[in-house]
Structures are given as structure tokens and as C-alpha cells.
């Protein structure tokens, strides 16, 4: 009966699985991202050392799209005897014939070129040679993944169905159905399965038999130093490697990039969960939704500019209701040399735009440090933007952070304007702030660290005392920072926005000279300062 409500708003059944679907594992559709999730659950499972095996259906026309082929490259690196993907050649796409139509053997070499053992059946509407492929497959070589490349066709049985082109996302009407069923002759209408799901793989059992250890205090101490400058990037690093000595569910995938998003820290202490995914973020976030449901906590990194390969991943991540965290180093022009092709400045407008998430943006070692274990404790999708240049130590180590919060760092009754800042322009608005005292001019410096969830009720407190609010960041104006603080404050009366963000082409050159060069640095905010009170 539940099959006549299906794609009907108030069903279960929609037109691709999601959530709602209780036997739903991650939301589908998309094409080309089961088989990531699918790496992401066997690398799971020879992690925990359970004998268990993920099965993957293919439809012959994912096989165009690169990510499938990132997977199963990666899956034969890691040698996922585990892993079975079942392709069915049927043919037909959307709109007309696949790329391969028929061909089996053309399939068959690339799989195979790719790593993968695997077995071709001629006649995938034959139960008997299926269960055959799948007796070979449970009975393969080891240390290689294995793919069941079955020829099908469309519709077998009724002849203005099978193999016609036209009939994607169709059903029948009621005469169609009476002719087809009437070619189909008699049906077994009494054969019941039922689906039983491995509890040694159920998400969240993991986290119900570990209890989390969020002690940061000897990373802390790292930076009590006051005259200490020390990257974001660096501390991100240090924190989750202090984190992942004492929480078992930790995992973290980085995209041939830990070096520089500094996550092989955690690899030194913790090499039996970290995950190397090269040039590979699409897969990369998959696998890390793979992962996520099957208990693990995995954090993605990899440059804030390359996230956005990955999109979609992230996009079907939030609808699979992952427990997945992505930081994104290298962000904004602060990075310098390396030129406008590594600079990150929109993974902000991107990471606000999907369901549910949070993104976070901290200033200092201390402030990153916190919020790293934040992510490690919030459930679901949460977005950490890291910075290159090592920056000042602004906060002690008693401070505290929350998801949602901000931290007024500067404020008086004297204040004229209030500067919003994140990241590394909050250390310019400090600088502007100093700058300005001396000629008796005050600013009101507000760190808006939670970018989403946003703290509307200091900004609204902000604008209310102050009636000016400039926004600086080292990101594009458009769903930015400066998106984000007038949207928060599109029902406040009486205060005016200003925006200080990157509007140039980029150009490679030194952190300082792009700052300034953007017009997003002390000597901007300065300027800007003096132009709205004079």
C-alpha cells in the first residue's frame, strides 16, 4: 500500500531516497556519490575490524561522472575486498542511450583498469546468473574490490516498455498497466522479505559506547604566550591530534593537502584513522558520509578554495544527515604568494547556503582550539575556516565560545562605529582600533566567530548604540560576512551597513600587501572610520 503514496508530499517515498525513508542509509539521487559513501563504510568496517561487506548498486549512466572513478580508484588503493559494486548495464539514461550503451566489456576494462576484480553477466534479468556473480563475489581474491557488471533490460517482459527510450520517471496509467501485467503472466504475489540492518555498524553506536574526552587544556598551554603568533591552521591541527589521542571515534580524511591544513599532526599520533584521499575532495566528502554513518566522526580538510569541487558532496551530505566536520585552510588573499587559484572567498556564501550547517570562522590559536572541539561535540554538519598567516594571540585560555555566540572585544558608551570582523580581520580591526584611540576616536571591535548560527542580539546591540556597523572580511561581499550581519539585522532601524571585502582579481603577492591592496586592512578600517564620522 505504501507504494501508491509514492513521491506524493505526505509520503515516505519520495522521488530519490532520503531520510524520511527509514531503510535509508544516505540520501541518494545525485548521481556518482553512492559509491563514496559506499568507500567510506568499508574503510569503516576494516577499521573496526568487522567482517561485514557494503554493496553498492551503479546505474550504467554514473558511470560518466569523475567522482565514481575517484572512488574506485581510491577503493582499490585500499585494497577493499569488502567493498561489491553491482552496475547495471541497462542501457538507457534519461534522455537516450549511455555513453557505453551495451557494452559490458568496455565497462568491464575500465573497472578493471581501475583496480577492481569483477564479473560480467550476460543476462542480468537471470536470477540464477546473479546469484552466481554474487557467489563469486563473496568468494574473490582478496585485497581487491569487486564489481558485478550485469547486462539488463528496461522493462523486461512487456514489449512497449523493454529497452524503449521515454520512460525515465514514468509510471504507467491504468489501461498501460492492465496490458503490461497481462504480458507478465502470473506474478507470486506472495513472497515477503524482510531488511535487517548489521548493529555492529549502526550509527551512532559508537558514540553511545564512548564517552568523549574534550580536554584541550595542554593545547591551551601552548598558547598562553601572549607575544606568540601562531596560524589557525596550526592550532586546528594540534587540537584535534590532542583530541584524537583519547576519542577512539575521530577520523580524519584530508585531501593530499595535510601538510599544509596541518592534519598530519593527528596522523603522527593516530595513523590508524587518518585517511589519505589525494586530489580527490568529491570523494574525499562521501567517503567522509560513509564514515559518519557508521558511527565515526570525520573531519575533511583541504583548501577553503577547493570545498567548492565538492559541493554537491556537501550539499547531499547535509540531506544524509551526517555527522560530518569540513575545514577549509588557506582561506581569503591573507594567504599571499600562491595566487588567486588557492584563495578561498567563497566557501563562506557556499558553506551558509546548505540545510543545517555551521560555520565557524576563529581569529586566534586559542579561539580555534575551542571551536574545534565544538565541531567535535555538535551533531551534524559544521564548516571551520582556517587561516594561513600565523596571527596574534587575542583571547586567554579561561575565554569561552560558543555555537552562536560572538565575542565584543572592544566596546565603550564612546564608541562610533562597530567594526564586525572574523578571522584574520579581527586582527586588523585591533590594530584600527589602536590607530584610532590615539586621535580619541572609538570603535567598538565585535569578532563574529559563529558566522552560522549568527548572534543577532549583540549585532542588534551593536547597531542600536552605535547606529554605523562597517563588516570587514577577507572573502567576496556577495554571501559573505557582510551577507550574513545584514541579513541578522534586515528588521533594525536607524543603522547603516558599510563593507570592506575583497571586490578585485586577486593577484599573488605578500599576506600585507593584499590586505592592504583589497582595502580590507587596519589602514582601510581606519579610513572608513574617519569618512562616517567626519
Known amino acids: 500500500n505504501q ?71 581510491i577503493a582499490a588503493h585500499y585494497k577493499l575486498d569488502n567493498l561489491i559494486a553491482i552496475i547495471d548495464v541497462n542501457r538507457l539514461g534519461q534522455r537516450g542511450q549511455t555513453l557505453h550503451g551495451h557494452d559490458l566489456h568496455g565497462i568491464a576494462a575500465k573497472v578493471a583498469s581501475f583496480g577492481w576484480n569483477g564479473v560480467i553477466v550476460e543476462d ?24 558485478i557488471i550485469a547486462k539488463t533490460m528496461k522493462g523486461a517482459g512487456v514489449s512497449f516498455l523493454e529497452d524503449k527510450e521515454e520512460w525515465h520517471g514514468k509510471t504507467l ?73 583519547f576519542n577512539k571515534d575521530i577520523v580524519v580524511l584530508d585531501a593530499e593537502t595535510s601538510n599544509s591544513t596541518k592534519s598530519d599532526k593527528f596522523k603522527k599520533d593516530s595513523a590508524d584513522r587518518f585517511f589519505e584521499m589525494y586530489i580527490a575532495e568529491q570523494n574525499m566528502i562521501s567517503a567522509g558520509v560513509g564514515f559518519s554513518k557508521t558511527g565515526y566522526i570525520p573531519f575533511c580538510s583541504t583548501f577553503a578554495a577547493f570545498m567548492s569541487r565538492a559541493n554537491d ?71 571551520i575556516r582556517t587561516t594561513r598567516s600565523k596571527t596574534p594571540l587575542i583571547y586567554n585560555n579561561s575565554d569561552k565560545f560558543n555555537i552562536g555566540g560572538s565575542k565584543v572585544i572592544k566596546v565603550s558608551a564612546q ?34 566567530y559563529s558566522i552560522k548560527p549568527i548572534d543577532v542580539e549583540t549585532l542588534e546591540t551593536s547597531a542600536m548604540e552605535t547606529g554605523k556597523i562597517v563588516v570587514v572580511e577577507d572573502h567576496h561581499r556577495q554571501g559573505g560576512l557582510f551577507g550574513a550581519v545584514a541579513e541578522a539585522l534586515s528588521s533594525s532601524d536607524n543603522c547603516k551597513i558599510y563593507s570592506l571585502a575583497v571586490t578585485k582579481t586577486p593577484h599573488s603577492g605578500g599576506s600585507s600587501e593584499l590586505l592592504r591592496y583589497m582595502e580590507i586592512d587596519a589602514q582601510a578600517i581606519v579610513d572608513k572610520v574617519r569618512e562616517l564620522i567626519r
Not at 536470477?127 to 581474491?141: H, L, Y
Not at 580536554?215 to 590532542?242: C, F, H, M, P
Open 3 to 73: 507504494l501508491y503514496t509514492f513521491r506524493q508530499f505526505n509520503s515516505d517515498l519520495e522521488g530519490h531516497p532520503t531520510m524520511n525513508w527509514k531503510y535509508t542509509e544516505a540520501a541518494t539521487g545525485s548521481l556518482g556519490q553512492g559509491i563514496g559513501v559506499g568507500v567510506g563504510m568499508a574503510l569503516s568496517l576494516k577499521t573496526q575490524k568487522l567482517d561485514s561487506r557494503v554493496y553498492v548498486l551503479l546505474g550504467d549512466s554514473e558511470m560518466a561522472e569523475g567522482s565514481v572513478w575517484e572512488s574506485m580508484e
Open 124 to 147: 542480468g534479468n537471470d536470477i540464477k546468473q546473479v546469484i552466481d556473480a554474487f557467489e563469486k563475489a563473496k568468494n574473490s581474491d582478496k585485497h581487491q574490490p569487486f564489481a
Open 173 to 245: 496509467n491504468e489501461e498501460e498497466l492492465e496490458k503490461a501485467l497481462s504480458e507478465l503472466g502470473n506474478i507470486n504475489k506472495s513472497i515477503v522479505s524482510k531488511v535487517s540492518s548489521n548493529n555492529s555498524v549502526k550509527e551512532g553506536q559508537r558514540m553511545q559506547e564512548h564517552i568523549p574526552n574534550y580536554d584541550i587544556s595542554s593545547i591551551l598551554d601552548d598558547y598562553s604566550d601572549k607575544e606568540k603568533r601562531v596560524s589557525t591552521r596550526q592550532a586546528y591541527g594540534q587540537t584535534l591530534a590532542q583530541l584524537g589521542k
Open 313 to 383: 558532496q556537501i550539499r547531499m551530505a547535509s540531506y544524509s544527515e551526517s555527522n560530518i566536520k569540513l575545514v577549509g585552510s588557506h582561506c581569503g588573499v591573507s594567504i599571499g604568494a600562491d595566487g588567486s587559484s588557492q584563495m578561498g572567498l567563497s566557501d563562506i556564501s557556499m558553506m551558509r547556503s546548505i540545510e543545517n550547517s555551521v560555520v565557524l570562522y576563529p581569529s586566534d590559536a586559542v579561539s580555534t582550539a575551542n571551536m574545534v572541539k565544538l565541531a567535535y561535540q555538535k551533531n551534524g554538519l559544521v564548516y
Open 415 to 448: 564608541d562610533s562605529v562597530a567594526v564586525v570582523a572574523a578571522g584574520i580581520t579581527v586582527t586588523e580591526a585591533l590594530k584600527a582600533y589602536d590607530i584610532l584611540r590615539k586621535d580619541g576616536v572609538y570603535i567598538r571591535v565585535v569578532d563574529l
